[in-house]
């Protein structure tokens, strides 16, 4: 419980400066986590909440060539994927690359 409770002490909001966008579906377990892992790196991001909208659904398949499943997540309007992809690339020490630290 400390380890946690050190970890939100030491989010440093605004660390990075990249545009990062997600889609969500408010009770989606991997969007949560998704956005969990986002806020903990001290990353801003935009968050399109599209339960139930079938227009922001497909607006959000066609910026992901074709991925419907969500959360769809996008860092200067490159697509990155769900967020496997998103914590795969945590996990490679590659993310911090893509997000660009803020000077």
Known sequence: MMNLINQLLNRTP???QAKVEIYTW??????????????RKGVDYVEYKIDGDQTARTKMADRAKGRR????????????????????????????RLLVPAT
């Open 14 to 16: 605004g660390k990075y």
């Open 26 to 39: 408010q009770t989606c377990p991997f969007c949560i986590r998704a956005k969990w892992l986002l806020w």
């Open 69 to 96: 499943s969500v959360p769809q997540i996008f860092i200067n309007d490159q697509h990155v994927g769900g967020f496997d992809d998103l914590n795969s690339l945590h996990q490679q020490d590659s993310l911090d």
